[in-house]
């Protein structure tokens, strides 16, 4: 079965430090990879996407993501992070074709930022 | 720029009243989504519309009825109402119902049913 495992629930990280959120897929072909953020009392905006090519994808907001096919993962990264930063966020994974391209997601991982 | 419009905000139901979540979008698109999120469990699809015309279940149908009314409107009915539906939820919207189609996302309607 498709599956999306975010491993971390709850992460801190001081203001200007680096940031890495991980995100793992159960997926039985080429998978298509997001990343959305939710920021408090919003809707989900969407950060960066894979579906092929250069492995190494940027986003919005100085935010990057690397796709591992040999380990399954899709982790987030950002090399210094800033307040506004603070939110949750959410790696999600297309389903397979004749499912609507309905979306599958992870658990979420809450960001905070310490001054 | 409206995007996805959700109506309404919040709502606070009693148990065993219905009520029906409104969505809309202004992109012509024709693929929407219902999903609802929990803490803990991230979102979880609760029924789909790929085109015009058409629905299906998601992961967490039982409970709900949906009804594309047109191309820009997809409602949620929830027909009596229980505490276990206590929720944020996300109507979203796609150019296809393709897995590479990016979805855009309403701001919620939050419930709670006491």
């Known amino acids: 079965a498709q599956s999306v495992t975010q491993p971390d629930i709850h992460i801190t990280v001081s203001e200007g430090a680096s940031l890495e959120l991980r995100c793992n897929y159960s997926?039985?072909?080429?998978?298509?990879l997001f990343w959305y953020v939710q920021s408090p009392g919003q809707g989900l905006q969407l950060l960066l996407k894979?579906?092929?090519?250069?492995?190494l994808v940027q986003g919005i907001k100085g935010f990057e993501a690397e796709f591992k096919r040999s380990q399954s993962s899709f982790n987030l990264r950002k090399p210094s992070v800033h307040w506004s930063d603070a939110a949750e966020y959410f790696c999600?994974?297309?389903?397979?074709?004749?499912?609507?391209?309905?979306?599958?997601f992870g658990q979420g991982t809450e960001l905070s930022v310490k001054p | 720029n409206a995007g996805v419009t959700q109506t309404p905000k919040f709502q606070v139901l009693k148990t065993g009243q219905s009520m029906t979540l409104q969505c809309a979008q202004d992109?012509?698109?024709?693929?929407m989504y219902w999903y609802r999120q929990d803490p803990g469990m991230g979102l979880r699809l609760i029924y789909y519309?790929?085109?015009?015309?058409?629905?299906d279940k998601g992961e967490v149908p039982n409970g709900y009825n949906v009804s594309r009314l047109n191309k820009r409107e997809f409602s949620l009915r929830l027909e009596s109402a229980a505490p276990s539906q206590t929720s944020v939820y996300f109507c979203?919207?796609?150019?296809?119902?393709?897995?590479?189609?990016?979805?855009?996302f309403g701001a919620g309607t939050r419930l709670s049913v006491l």
């Open positions: 979203a919207s796609s150019e296809r119902g393709e897995s590479l189609n990016i979805q855009y």
């Open positions: 997926y039985g072909a080429t998978p298509y």
């Open positions: 894979y579906f092929s090519g250069d492995t």
């Open positions: 999600a994974v297309g389903a397979l074709y004749n499912q609507g391209g309905k979306l599958i």
């Open positions: 992109m012509n698109h024709n693929s």
């Open positions: 519309s790929a085109s015009e015309g058409t629905t």
